[in-house]
Nanobody, 118 residues
Framework: VQLQASGGGLVQAGGSLRLSCIAS????????MDWYRQAPGKQRELVAS???????NYADSVKGWFTASRGNAKNTVYLQMNSLKPEDTAVYYC?????????????WGQGTLVTVSS
């Protein structure tokens, strides 16, 4: 099982980006899917989490600007980022709790870089 994140890039402040993350591989069941980010010199932080039931939680710093969602197939998660600010610059990682081959564990995507210029 692997997670593949995409959609990062360079954008001016006030702009928007949409990140995508898809889980693929051997037969599996995906439970929660999350987005994290890590800015230079800072610890990785949770940005948004989406349960299979559709419950979504956001970090206070992104509420009202970012929108997370799951795809119909439940193996994808998206992050729509609007009104981006320079402080949103970070590597964004997707994370998923996945049941496969008889056990559950966390999987991480490779990260996608978001750079917001002022």
């Amino acid at each position: 099982v692997q997670l593949q994140a995409s959609g990062g890039g360079l954008v001016q402040a006030g702009g928007s980006l949409r990140l995508s993350c898809i889980a693929s591989g051997t037969p599996f069941n995906v439970n929660g899917m999350d987005w994290y980010r890590q800015a230079p010199g800072k610890q990785r932080e949770l940005v948004a989490s989406v349960t299979n039931g559709g419950q979504i939680n956001y970090a206070d710093s992104v509420k009202g600007w970012f929108t997370a969602s799951r795809g119909n197939a439940k193996n994808t998660v998206y992050l729509q980022m609007n009104s981006l600010k320079p402080e949103d610059t970070a590597v964004y990682y997707c994370n998923a709790l996945i049941f496969s081959s008889g056990s559950s564990r966390d999987y991480w995507g490779q990260g996608t870089l978001v750079t917001v210029s002022s």
